[in-house]
């Protein structure tokens, strides 16, 4: 049962253009979500995050929305560029507890 | 140091041996936490402490598997009597708070556990 879905595997943009990547949830407990970045060989790097009582958050080329009432998130990267190329994993967490739920991950190519 | 750090890097066992995986969090972190990631998978939460108090192992697949953080800083996580399905990625996260504060989790690069 995954409660935490990104449907997306893989996307591919081209540079300078807007990257979109999508998070669905079901459990409605859910009150704080993170977007992480990964690189192959290395850790999750924390990218962004925000709390159910905000419905968006910027921090520089990165913005994430939040949709409570349709339990989705999305992480807008403008501009898109080569390096920003890696595996986006989006993660939730259930208000009271410390434990992040995480999706499958979306595999994002950025093209020179 | 400057990140979450663990070791090995990788460890390559025999069926039925113990291991001994280590996690050194971010310097001044309460929170320290253990994730398992398949391939093609996100991470999933195995425990996490607080402190030296270890507050959920909700995760913990079987009692084969258990974690201890006795001074507050480095944890070890141990896995007895290894199967082959314990092959994974083990990671370590640490944040700078612990329960109900929004801090983020901060991951180390993880130990590659290959049981053979």
């Known amino acids: 049962d995954q409660q935490v879905k990104q449907n997306s595997p893989s996307l591919s943009v081209q540079e300078g253009r807007i990257s979109i990547l999508n998070c669905d949830y079901t459990n409605s407990m859910f009150d704080y979500f993170l977007w992480y970045k990964k690189y192959p060989a290395e850790g999750p790097t924390f990218l962004i995050s925000i709390s159910s009582i905000k419905d968006k958050n910027e921090d520089g080329r990165f913005t994430v929305f939040l949709n409570k009432s349709a339990k989705h998130l999305s992480l807008h990267i403008v501009p898109s560029q080569p390096g920003d190329s890696a595996v986006y994993f989006c993660?939730?967490?259930?208000?009271?507890?410390?434990?992040?739920?995480f999706g499958k991950g979306t595999k994002l190519t950025v093209n020179p | 140091g400057a990140g979450v750090s663990q070791s090995p890097r990788y460890k390559v066992t025999k069926r039925g041996q113990d291991v001994a995986l280590r996690c050194d969090p971010i310097?001044?972190?309460?929170?320290l936490y253990w994730y398992r990631q398949a391939l093609g998978q996100g991470p999933e939460f195995l425990t996490y402490?607080?402190?030296?108090?270890?507050?959920?192992k909700s995760g913990l697949p079987n009692d084969r598997f258990s974690a201890e953080r006795p001074e507050g800083s480095i944890s070890t996580l141990t896995i007895q009597r290894t199967e082959q399905r314990d092959s994974a990625m083990y990671r370590c996260?640490?944040?700078?708070?612990?329960?109900?504060?929004?801090?983020?989790?901060?991951f180390g690069d993880g130990t590659r556990l290959s049981i053979l």
């Open positions: 996260a640490s944040s700078a708070s612990g329960t109900g504060r929004n801090q983020p989790q901060h």
């Open positions: 993660a939730a967490r259930r208000f009271g507890s410390e434990k992040l739920v």
């Open positions: 402490f607080n402190y030296e108090a270890q507050q959920d």
């Open positions: 310097s001044g972190h309460v929170s």
